[in-house]
């Protein structure tokens, strides 16, 4: 089988040579492939720190194929034909034919079969080089996308020549966003390339105020500072002040080792180096006549040291009175190290004032992701105080209905390729399924234990593992995809620092709609009406006249519906897999526990809550998020030790049905 | 059969538990022949039919049967729905742990150390051991959590003290706001998910995720065969599961057990009686998390690793589903719920079920076990409340008419756990 | 005493009855992977890579003259049942060799029972190193077989200033992020110029944590982020990623986690040039792949892709035979013997050795997510031995792994003695 497939494989490759060898006639000796290999080498061997030479001498060589190789090299779309020992560009066909083109002229050369060519893959620091070697062609380039792609290019990667290469172009721009872009830029670059004390100081001032990561990532090299230590604290201009060791700054260690470093003090020596001084002097059994058993503690091992200084064998360690005599006589301090003080000391100014400004904004981001999680936390919440809060029944499988909801939207898009059209189809049909399954389980369990909860959350347990398996079964282990449709993409940029993406404001804007629709049935509707009496008294709502059984299955068949929903909208934003319930189910439970069993505003109190708070910890403890989990979980724990009734206590008669 | 028997006849003396309890007799038989026999079968002293891998299977299952003795006891006849017995159980193996790992790794190091030209300071030692410990997560310090490591009577202390303070603290804090029914099984599932996350942060000086591992080789005992080990704690199990059974069976007699199950059925109307329904339920709980933690101590050891997986939510959520399958509020119940579902996981879990092929699909029991386990529960639940222990009452009432009162029926009055329902 | 002494001889026995057994035929080959619970996502599929190279071997003639027959059993990603089902599989099955284990919590409890029935495990995936078992073979990489030359590559190609090391908490994380901080500082970045955070496994709330990763480029610096986050929770962070408008370009991510099976479960169109460092990519063009690839495809389905861990145990089980073939036995101490210095072609090309520590010396490759979900490879190394102790971390660097001339996984070559024979667990 594979010797035939081999055996077709190298008859075709026999039969596009000898089609293509006509063709290929390429011209060895035109400049711009001279040029080429002449840094065939380098250009070959694809590395960063190589690769300046080649990308200079193309971008120098004023040879007008130059930015076209530049920008086929970019796009990986050069190749090296391995027998001429030629450079040409060249576009797939399948995957192992490609279609050549010589560089001079853009002739075709054939098709080939691309054994004989190594494709030259520049990788991004390489493609990076490129861009900003592009630029001088591109800034001038009457197509404006081309010039914004110059500008990202400099963004990125800028080199003093683009300063005078901005200011050149600076007043002919027409395009007014383009020309606000390249003035910003070009401040930019004033502030980290112009030679003039002046000059810069008047750029940095200009962003007074600007929270752009670009401008702090410009200022923020300047204010370095450096560590130095005197017996007095010198007048220099440079010197921005002193510091006191033994703080976070400076901890006595590294105080005394810059003592050491600049030789003004003797080292200390470390437990390591010592064992190792007295293991080398080890004379039969004995250290300075002290015996080498007996060296099994720290005060031994001193005075062994000690004993040797005395006798000369080692150097003498520094003693506690001659550290503490050091620190007594040298004061440190900090020198500016990156610029000249007056533009050091300007960009300081503008940078203070740019820290509260991003501190606050800070803060607001922090808000809206805070905000973002309790609508999260609520979306799946929700469906559970309507199963739990209103009716009283614990329904552990509620995490697999929002799988359920979730894995209807994947399966959805295998069908319906357009994304906008299949979320809108989606989101009713993964409503339809889980109420369906609701209402299934209702009728086929949970109502034969309205009156045993305990036992509700067993079966409804044995539920939910039962389902997550089953969806193993069906769509297996491997995370499904649940994409969002194009509009979806990207987020909400109010500057550098506050953002928020457009999914995260769906599923807020989704969670109010719920809330809405939650109201609007709870409290205007016959079925709400029907809903509440129920609760509050089966008997007397069923003397009325009203099927307790149907209201019963309907209102859990909407809990779960909403849970449905609320998958779909989970798995867009994070992913889909049989486990994704069990990940909200607890916390779920949590956000109707601590706002008020039945109360709907105590839901969304405690998702808010719930929220803020473990953002709130995540925050304190930025590089551990799972501590803040756990903290936050102990806190809802206290939380309901002392409000065991939740945020929102029912008081009255509805407290007591 | 066991309690509602002594509810009859209560037996004021305890000399006469024993035999005022037949069960507890046949009980304690069936454990003596079972330990007995699989000695005989066994590698370690015996003709060796049963492998060392299996002994330590039925070892574990002996503390699984221990701790749900326990969950039988805080949920079956207290009421109190527990979810976070499992926790406790993972503390108790963990406190056994810390020893085993710490004294273990004491003796490599100790030895290594030797053969150095100096001989080591208490320091090397120590960070010797933190280094081989803790190597792997990458720290290299003794956490403070490891104070007591080096004694094997004061970690075996923390066996008994850490969950019962732990319990104690909770169930004070818990029942004093008067926090019953589904709540009290979420708040305590809410622990359970607390420590457990709190144990995945390597933070906690407990190693994180890979928890602590190695357990099954005795410190000093390295040269012991581990067929000769799993004997032994195959019989440690077996005589902590019979004391667990007795120290069970005389709670639950007399006017005690009367009193417990009372709060069970209707816990206001037995605080308006006077009783101090919080102190009964603290005691039960504290005691009962003493039982888990004692069982954590026995399994790990033979399981070889602990982590914090193995205190996550749902292993309590299991630990009630055995309870209810072997049926609750009787203690032989418990026992045999345990065995039998954690027996049926190990062989359908093992492959060596035989697939059932329908023609048009294939059912393999690795993936289908979990659902049809899901679906008893359901079943067990609607069906049989009573659970595998319903068919002793099935057997037993051909023989002898009831003699008994109220049961856990679906809908008898016994059982209205009427906090729940507002 | 009589009681001891007859269970030393039925100890004995059975350690003597092993390799007595491994002549019959089948030769029984075990399969030690979760087919349900967590790990089951990425183990089933080595699972099925394992029934089909058994499969294949047995059309090939099997092995010194035996068919071979695979043992699956099912761990269930729980870890105290891998150290069961291993003494299982070794005592009851008495398999010759045991393929199996992902993560290294799951091998770490399988290591006390492999030791102590001398047993012999092929490990697959990456791993955090600092371990060298007499009784395992680590066919995946090596800290400085992945971790190392990707720090490399984004120092060296990308001119990276400033790290963000994120992780899943737990040993894999936490000991890579070790060895890279101390490396890092070695290759002269401040300590404060690394940034690490751990979140917990399936974590999906990314957006603080990319916001704090964009924050970082407020000083000047290139910020280059290297991940080590696990499975599912890699969905939710590519995709603030994505809606963050990061490129690639802006604050590159090089992923050890991050494999075709991953990127099978997004949309990778915003992903594009985002790295990750393997020893295999589905993308490389060779012969070997190419084939390897159809037969998997046409086993499991098209839509399947091959992946890292796959071409270890690839690699793993041809030495094996080839080892087992030499020695002419399955015996574990034979065959062990037999497998220092085997050479086996890798499916990326160039040639795979099995080194005396135990570890294979392979290629690093790097490569950059296309938008169909598979890699371009930009990097391929020379092969690089793995390193079973780091050099980059002072208590490790003084230790070394030889199994086949100095008889010790754990060797001070300050002291020259060795530290332990069994492995740390």
Same mark, same amino acid.
């Given at each position: ?11 075709? $490759? ?18 711009? #492939? ?18 300046? &030479? ?15 190789? +530049? ?66 062609? #591109? ?14 290019? !400099? %963004?990125? /990667?800028?080199?003093?020549?683009? +300063? ?8 002919? %721009?027409?395009? &007014?966003?383009?020309? %606000?872009?390249? /003035? ?10 112009? *030679? ?37 604290? &010198?007048? /220099? ?16 260690? /590294? ?18 180096? #010592? ?79 740019? %820290? ?22 609520? +979306? ?32 959805? #898009?295998?069908?319906? &390729? ?36 305990? *036992? ?125 319930? $069990?990940?909200?189910?607890?916390? $779920? ?43 936050? !979980? ?24 | ?162 969950? @019962? ?39 906690? @000086? ?217 | ?425």
């Amino acid at each position: 089988m594979s010797v035939l497939r081999q055996f077709c494989a190298a008859l075709v $490759s026999v039969l596009l040579i000898a089609f293509a060898a006509p063709l290929a006639a390429q011209n060895a000796d035109a400049p711009i #492939q001279r040029l080429l290999q002449e840094h065939g080498e380098i250009i070959a061997k694809s590395s960063r720190r190589t690769i300046g &030479p080649a990308i200079d001498a193309l971008a120098d060589s004023g040879l007008l194929e130059a930015q076209a190789v +530049l920008e086929r090299w970019q796009a990986k779309e050069m190749w090296f034909d391995k027998e001429a020992g030629l450079f040409v560009y060249a576009e797939e066909i399948d995957r192992h034919t490609i279609r050549a083109f010589d560089f001079a002229d853009g002739t075709e050369l054939g098709e080939f079969e691309d054994k004989g060519f190594k494709q030259l893959k520049p990788n991004s620091g390489i493609r990076g080089l490129i861009g900003a070697a592009l630029v001088r062609f #591109q800034l001038n380039d009457p197509n404006p996308s081309a010039r914004a792609a110059a500008l990202i290019a !400099i %963004e990125r /990667d800028a080199d003093e020549s683009h +300063l005078a290469a901005l200011r050149a172009v600076k007043e002919t %721009e027409d395009n &007014p966003r383009l020309r %606000e872009r390249i /003035d910003r830029l070009e401040r930019i670059l004033t502030i980290r390339f112009a *030679e003039d004390d002046a000059e810069r100081i008047a750029a940095i001032e200009s962003f007074n105020g600007d929270l752009g990561v670009d401008v702090r990532a410009v200022l923020n090299p300047l204010v370095v500072t450096s560590l130095d230590a005197a017996k007095t604290l &010198p007048n /220099d201009p440079d010197v921005v002040g002193q510091v006191e060791y033994g703080t976070e700054r400076l901890s006595a260690e /590294d105080a005394y080792e810059l003592l050491v470093t600049k030789e003004l003090a003797v080292p200390r020596i470390t437990r390591g180096d #010592q064992k190792a001084a007295l293991i080398a002097n080890i004379d039969v059994d004995a250290v300075a006549g002290i015996e080498v058993a007996s060296l099994n503690t720290v005060t031994a091992r001193d005075m062994a040291y000690a004993a040797l200084a005395r006798e000369g064998a080692v150097e003498p360690a520094a003693t506690a009175a001659e550290v503490a005599h050091a620190f007594d006589v040298y004061v440190f301090f900090e020198r500016y190290r990156n610029a000249s003080p007056a533009v050091a000391i300007a960009a300081q100014a503008v940078l203070t004032g740019i %820290e509260n400004k991003v501190a606050l904004n800070q803060t607001i981001d922090l808000g809206l992701d805070a905000l973002s999680l309790a609508s999260i936390y609520f +979306l799946a919440a929700i469906g559970l105080a309507i199963t739990f809060g209103v009716m009283g029944v614990i329904n552990m499988a509620h995490g697999e209905f929002i799988m359920m909801g979730a894995y209807t939207g994947y399966v959805v #898009q295998l069908f319906i &390729p357009d994304y906008t059209l299949s979320i809108m189809v989606a989101i009713p049909l993964a409503f339809a399924v889980t109420f369906g399954a609701g209402v299934a389980m209702e009728r086929l369990v949970i109502r034969w234990l309205y009156h045993r909860p305990l *036992e509700t959350l067993l079966a409804t347990f044995g539920i939910s593992i039962a389902l997550q398996q089953l969806a193993k079964n069906i769509f297996g282990t491997q995370a499904r995809p649940l994409t969002a449709p194009g509009w979806l993409d990207g987020s909400l940029v109010f500057n550098d620092i506050v953002s928020i993406s457009y999914i995260r404001i769906a599923i807020f804007v989704l969670a109010l709609l719920f809330l809405a629709l939650f109201l609007i049935v709870m409290n205007r509707t016959r079925l709400g009406l029907e809903v509440r009496a129920v609760t509050q008294n089966p008997r007397m709502a069923a003397s009325m006249g009203i099927n307790p059984d149907r209201i019963n299955m309907l209102t859990f068949g909407f809990g779960s519906g909403i849970a449905g929903i609320a998958g779909v909208a989970i798995g867009l934003y994070a992913k889909v897999t049989s486990e994704m319930g $069990s990940d909200y189910i607890v916390q $779920s439970f949590m956000t109707v526990v601590v706002g008020g069993v039945g109360n709907i505003w105590g839901t969304l109190l405690g998702a808010t809550m719930v929220g803020t708070m473990q953002k709130g910890i995540e925050w304190l403890n930025p590089s551990n998020t799972l501590a803040a989990q756990t903290y936050m !979980i102990l806190f809802i724990i206290l939380f309901i030790q002392f409000r065991p009734k939740g945020i929102i206590a029912l008081k009255g008669r509805a407290a007591e049905a | 059969m066991t309690n509602v028997a002594l509810d009859t006849a209560p037996a004021r003396q305890p000399t006469f538990l024993l035999i005022s309890n037949p069960s507890v007799l046949i009980f304690l038989a069936c454990l003596a022949i079972f330990t007995l026999g699989v000695t005989v079968l066994a590698e370690g002293f015996g003709i060796g039919v049963i492998s060392t891998s299996f002994v330590k299977t039925l070892g574990k299952t002996l503390c699984l049967c221990l701790v749900a003795l326990a969950m039988d006891l805080v949920w079956g006849y207290c009421g109190i729905l527990s979810l976070g017995h499992m926790a406790f159980f993972g503390i108790g193996g963990y406190a056994i742990g810390m020893w085993l790992m710490y004294a273990r790794t004491e003796i490599i190091v100790v030895q290594s150390l030797s053969a150095a030209p100096l001989p080591p300071t208490t320091q090397e030692i120590s960070d010797g051991i933190a280094a081989q410990i803790f190597g792997v997560v990458g720290a290299s310090e003794f956490p403070p959590i490891w104070a007591v490591a080096h004694s094997l009577p004061l970690q075996l202390a923390a066996v008994v003290l850490v969950p @019962g303070l732990l319990a104690l603290v909770f169930g004070w804090l818990a029942f004093r706001s008067r926090v019953t029914g589904v709540y009290l099984s979420i708040l305590t599932q809410a622990m359970t998910l607390a420590l457990s996350l709190y144990l995945f942060q390597n933070d906690s @000086g407990l190693r994180g995720n890979n928890g602590l591992s190695g357990l099954q080789n005795l410190p000093g005992l390295g040269d012991v065969p581990q067929s000769t080990v799993s004997i032994w704690f195959f019989w440690a199990s077996a005589l902590a599961l019979g004391l667990g059974y007795l120290l069970c069976v005389w709670v639950v007699s007399g006017k005690f057990g009367s009193v417990i199950r009372a709060i069970r059925d209707d816990e206001s109307r037995v605080r308006f009686l006077g009783y101090p329904v919080e102190a009964y339920k603290l005691f039960i709980f504290t005691i009962t998390a003493v039982i888990a933690g004692i069982a954590g101590a026995l399994y790990y050891p033979q399981a070889g690793i602990i982590n914090p997986a193995e205190i996550a939510p749902i292993a309590s959520i299991y630990l009630a589903v055995w309870v209810a399958i072997g049926g609750r509020g009787r203690l032989y119940g418990a026992v045999i719920g345990a065995a039998f579902v954690s027996l049926l996981s190990t062989y359908f879990t093992g492959g060596q079920a035989p697939d059932i092929n329908l023609g048009f699909y294939t059912i393999q029991w690795v993936n289908w076990w979990t659902v049809l386990l899901g679906l008893s529960f359901v079943v067990v639940t609607l069906f049989a409340p009573k659970g595998l222990g319903g068919l002793f009452d099935f057997i037993a009432s051909k023989r002898s008419p009831s003699r008994h009162g109220a049961d856990l029926g679906p809908d008898a009055g016994a059982l209205r756990e009427k906090e729940a329902e507002t | 005493m009589y009681k001891k002494l007859l269970a030393t001889t039925a100890a004995l026995t059975t350690m003597a009855a092993l390799p007595a057994v491994a002549q019959d035929c089948p030769i029984k080959v075990g399969v030690l992977h979760s087919l349900s619970g967590t790990m089951a996502i990425s183990e089933t599929t080595l699972k099925d890579t394992m029934e089909m190279l058994v499969e294949q071997q047995n059309a090939a003639g099997g092995v010194l003259g035996c068919q071979l027959e695979a043992v699956v059993v099912d761990p269930a990603s729980d870890w105290p049942l891998f150290a069961e089902k291993a003494r299982e599989l070794l005592t009851v099955h008495e398999v010759d060799v045991i393929f199996g284990n992902w993560t290294s919590v799951s091998r770490k409890s399988v290591l006390p029972v492999i030791e102590e029935l001398n047993g012999l495990l092929f490990y697959p995936v990456q791993y955090e190193g600092e371990e060298s078992s007499k009784n395992v073979f680590y066919t995946g990489a090596a800290p400085n077989q992945q971790a190392i030359p990707a720090t490399d590559y984004f120092l060296e190609e990308l001119e990276v200033e400033k790290f963000a090391l994120l992780g899943t908490d737990y040993v894999y994380p936490r000991t890579t992020n070790n060895i890279l901080e101390s490396y890092l500082q070695q290759k002269g970045i401040p300590a404060e110029d690394i940034f690490v955070n751990y979140t917990p496994f399936g974590h999906s709330d990314w957006s603080k944590i990319v916001a704090d990763v964009v924050a970082l480029g407020a000083d000047g610096k290139k910020v280059g982020v290297i991940s080590t986050i696990n499975g599912d929770a890699n969905v939710g962070f590519y995709k603030e990623l994505a809606a963050a408008g990061i490129s690639a370009d802006d604050i590159p991510v090089v992923a050890f986690s991050v494999g075709e099976e991953e990127l099978s479960g997004l949309d990778t169109s915003n992903l594009v040039g985002h790295l990750a460092a393997w020893n295999y990519f589905q993308s490389a063009d060779t012969e070997a792949n190419e084939a390897w690839i159809d037969a998997w495809k046409a086993r499991m389905g098209d839509e399947r892709v091959t992946n890292d861990p796959m071409e270890a145990h690839y690699i793993g089980f041809n030495m094996w035979v080839n080892a087992a073939t030499a020695a002419g036995s399955t015996d574990v101490d034979a065959v062990r013997t037999a497998m220092y210095g085997q050479e086996f072609p890798n499916l990326t090309g160039g040639t795979a050795i099995m080194l005396p520590n135990h570890h294979l010396a392979k290629p690093v490759l790097i490569g950059e997510i296309l938008e169909d979900g598979q890699f371009d490879i930009i990097s391929q190394t020379e092969e690089v031995p793995g390193d079973a102790w780091t050099d980059f971390l002072p208590e490790s660097a003084v230790l070394v792994s030889d199994w086949k001339e100095l008889g010790c996984g754990m060797y001070n070559t300050d002291t020259s003695t060795c530290v332990q024979i069994k492995s740390n667990y």
